[in-house]
Nanobody
């Protein structure tokens, strides 16, 4: 079992920045095959925003490339999503996810809202 707790969401002005955190327990993140951040905007489907593999490789949705950055702190067992140059279309609930060989785990989500 992997437990994930997100934090860091909030209201932000257009062009602003925010950092989301996802603290994991139950497994070391360095042993989890892949982790990532997803988001779901009102009326839209869940979409992958950024992912990071066990080896540290990253990938991003085209819509956030160059603006969002995923990284991790193995000692803190936490992954982060840095959101820069936020746009109205980034407003969504952001979820942390961990994919093991047996299952996929999700956090409870954290709301990011563009104040415009």
């Amino acid at each position: 079992q992997v437990q994930l707790v997100e934090s860091g969401g909030g209201l932000v002005q257009p062009g602003g920045s925010l950092q989301l955190s996802c603290s994991a327990s139950g497994s070391a993140i360095s042993s989890i095959p892949s982790m990532g951040w997803y988001r779901q905007a009102p009326g839209k489907q869940l979409e992958l925003v950024a992912g990071i593999s066990r080896g540290g490789g990253t990938d991003y949705a085209d819509s956030v490339k160059g603006r969002f950055f995923i990284n991790r702190d193995i000692a803190r067992n936490t992954i982060y999503l840095q959101l820069n140059n936020l746009k109205p279309e980034d407003t969504a609930v952001y979820y942390c996810s961990a994919r093991t060989d047996l299952s996929v785990y999700w956090g409870q989500g954290t709301q990011v809202t563009d104040s415009s």
